[in-house]
């Protein structure tokens, strides 16, 4: 339980170290994913206590999990789908306008 | 309960992958495949609702809007406005972008001008070089603010025939 929280918590530090070094616009995109999936696994993980059950009402459902963090998680992968639709868009009016993708390059050129 | 500490290892090993490898492609299969190990987290922390959505949106729909994102990148857009058609104009100008797009790792594609009006041409689609001619001399306008007209500049500088013109985007076309 506490390894499974420290481990989730690793893939968060791994998601924000990646769009702190990365220098490739697709890859900073891809590491605000990574981050917003380790919130995900943040939020089971302290939801969960062992042992448990799905979040189903049957005859013996006596301890089962709280829906209510999954059912804010859900919401949370749709709309990270459609904020990298949008990044990925303007990384290609980005591209047509600077002719780079690299952060550095423009940054430096365009103050 | 001890499964899960595996399949988090597991995670964790694909994101450093993420995090150290270069090609841009690779990056994209390599987090089509550490979604589906998350995916299959979640199925463990019981909520399966979460891990359909998960195979379905992270492992599937994510990558393919990368790859098409890419795809689109990678276009180099060339609009000729002289009088000849484009198996005329090979001969002198095309082996030259031909070079510079191999060389920056795009995709040449060179249309004819339908447009009467090439006002604002720059700005409503997404073009990156218009060909002209005036007495035997090639003229190639481009956006100011790209980094590949100044590589396209040092690279036709020993050419007499070829002249390299820098547009500012939006105040006027010539």
Redesign the interface.
Known sequence: ?K??II??F??LL??I??LI?SK?I??S???F??SQ?AV??LF??FS?E?P????IISENSSN??DPLP?AL??TT??IG?AI??LA??L??KI???????DWK??IE??G | MKIIYLLEILLIIFLIFIIISKNNLKLIVFFSASSLVSASIYLFLDSPDLALAEVAIGSAIIPLIFIIAISKQRKFLVINNTAFDNERIEYCIYDILKEFTDLYNLKLEIQDSEYDELYGIFRSKNVDLVIEKKKDKYILKGKKTSILMNKLEDMTKGKKDIKVVKVIEGETYD
């Open positions: 339980m390894l499974s481990l989730a690793i893939t791994i998601g170290y990646g070094i490739n697709i890859k995109i891809i590491c994913n990574i999936g995900v696994l089971l993980t969960k062992y448990s059950s799905i979040p089962m999990v999954q998680m859900l992968i749709v789908a990298t639709a990925l868009m990384s290609i591209f047509h306008y600077y002719g780079t993708l390059e423009f050129r365009n």
